[in-house]
């Protein structure tokens, strides 16, 4: 095969549905009513759905497997950036991971505080960590922070109560 550049490959039907209708268009054929097109995508939207939860437990447990591998007692800086309840999202660049939390200390969204993990565990898509000393706003505490895992409230549904 020659040495080609690929770009990402089409990960929605409905994206599958408009590339087909373009063809229907260049090639003269008539074009698949919007009837149609709405009872291919009713079918296909469960699927996608499935797909794209799988792919964000993949990504979430490799990531906590590399988390392992990095140690207990692995510093990284974490940002709180959202907190809409009694929960703040938590994000770890270094690592592209989001982890939710309980956390009822002081901290301010956007302000980096370092942490090092105490403990991983990509079975229990859970992972632990401590702020560290002297970092920004702990005023020499040590408080533990751990991972408070829950699905986004946009995709729960009752059949997906269960955990993975």
Known sequence: MPDWDWTSPLRRYADLLAHQQIRKYLAGEE???SDEIEELLKVSEPASFERRRVERFS??????????QQGSGWQTDSIPVYHPDDRWFFLIPEAAYEYKNRYSG?????????????KADPVQMRAQFRFVYGSTATDGEEEIIEEDYCEDEEENTEEETSEV
């Open 106 to 118: 002081r901290i301010t969204p956007g302000e980096v505080r370092r942490v090092e993990l105490l």
């Open 59 to 68: 990504n979430e447990y490799w990531t906590l497997v590399w988390m392992t």
């Open 31 to 33: 074009l698949s009513g």
